[in-house]
């Protein structure tokens, strides 16, 4: 059973920062590409930051040079550091992962639960 799990969310005050963690099990995560994406009340679901088995990462635009997502195949988790968090960072954050087989191109294609994060004084 495939199961990802995120910790570390909270309230944090504008400047502040945050550590997500996805903990993830019963899929072999070295193969996997791992994302974060985010969700406010009455918005879509947006990438926030995704990084591909071999280590390469993409941010969207809001927060490159704030955020860094990063992976620790040992340990089946990737991480997202949140720095100089901003009231409109505020939202759950879910983390993603994302398999394509090579050969017959079927994807395996997971969610968390998600972790919320708010941002205010």
């Known amino acids: 059973q495939v199961q990802l799990v995120e910790s570390g969310g909270g309230l944090v005050q504008p400047g502040g920062s945050l550590r997500l963690s996805c903990a993830t099990s019963g899929i072999s995560f070295n193969i996997y590409d791992m994302g974060w994406y985010r969700q406010a009340p009455g918005k879509q679901r947006d990438m926030v930051a995704t990084?591909?088995?071999?280590?390469?990462?993409n941010y969207a635009d809001s927060v490159k040079g704030r955020f860094a997502i990063s992976r620790d195949n040992a340990k089946n988790t990737v991480f997202l550091q949140m720095n100089s968090l901003k009231p409109e960072d505020t939202a759950v954050y879910y983390c993603?992962?994302?398999?394509?087989?090579?050969?017959?191109?079927?994807?395996?294609?997971?969610w968390g639960q998600g972790t919320q994060v708010t941002v205010s004084s």
């Open positions: 993603n992962a994302r398999y394509t087989h090579p050969h017959n191109r079927k994807q395996y294609y997971y």
């Open positions: 990084i591909t088995s071999g280590g390469s990462t």
